[in-house]
Nanobody, 127 residues
Framework: QVSLVESGGGLVQAGGSLRLSCVASGGTDSAYAMAWFRQGPGEERELIAAIGRKGWRTDYTDSVKGRFTISRDNAKNTVFLMMNSLKPEDTATYYC????????????????????WGQGTQVTVSS
């Protein structure tokens, strides 16, 4: 069982930046593929970025490509989401998710592929 704790959310003006962190405990971080999801009010939870367990592969949804960067530091059991050029439509609760895997270069799509979740951190972008 792995526990995930997100931090780094907050209020930022459009065009600004935030860096989210997700610390994993209770498991071996390098054994997990990780992802960031977000969910706005009245919306479904959507995957925005995913990273393989060694960090060799990353994938992004189109709406954040070129603005967001997912990365990981396995020595610190931490996954990051650097968010630049933020827009009001990025406003949402952001969740970190994990899935155990033995494959180094695979990322996974869809919330159902991730059994472990953090509690979420709120990101609000003002116009």
């Amino acid at each position: 069982q792995v526990s995930l704790v997100e931090s780094g959310g907050g209020l930022v003006q459009a065009g600004g930046s935030l860096r989210l962190s997700c610390v994993a405990s209770g498991g071996t971080d390098s054994a997990y593929a990780m992802a960031w999801f977000r969910q706005g009010p009245g919306e479904e939870r959507e995957l925005i970025a995913a990273i393989g367990r060694k960090g060799w592969r990353t994938d992004y949804t189109d709406s954040v490509k070129g603005r967001f960067t997912i990365s990981r530091d396995n020595a610190k059991n931490t996954v990051f989401l650097m968010m630049n050029s933020l827009k009001p439509e990025d406003t949402a609760t952001y969740y970190c998710a994990a899935r155990a895997t033995t494959v180094d270069s695979t990322t996974y799509f869809g919330a159902l592929n991730y059994p472990y979740w953090g509690q979420g951190t709120q990101v609000t972008v003002s116009s």
